[in-house]
């Protein structure tokens, strides 16, 4: 079966990606976003090889902060959920070693 730990490369994927489509950098400065918090509930065992699909959606827009809920199915079997998880995004000031307020213009390209 796949590695429990794969299924968190594939969330990290899935957020890379979506940083990606804001144009946020790889290698933060200044500010930028951070991952505060990442849960996976391990639902099925996943059979090597396989191709994942990986789906995750902004349930929650705050101050600083987006919750996202990631589910992880297999192709070839819809609606058959392997993995549920939820990640917690900052917006943090790395100078300041703190949390930030969401730029208006990322918080208006994320809600």
């Not at 996943?46 to 809920?69: D, F, K, L, N």
């Amino acid at each position: 079966h796949l590695n429990n730990v794969m299924y968190f490369r594939l969330m990290e994927e899935a957020r890379i990606r979506w940083f990606a489509r804001f144009g946020f950098p790889t290698l933060p400065v200044g500010e930028a976003p951070i991952l505060a918090h990442v849960g996976c509930d391990f639902l099925k065992a996943m059979t090597y090889p396989a191709t994942a699909i990986v789906t995750q959606v902004v349930t929650r827009v705050g101050r600083s902060s987006v919750e996202m809920s990631v589910k992880i199915e297999r192709a070839g079997e819809p609606a058959v959920v392997y993995a549920a998880g939820r990640s917690v995004i900052v917006w943090y000031d790395y100078t300041a070693n703190k949390s930030a307020p969401w730029p208006e213009t990322v918080r208006a390209a994320i809600t």
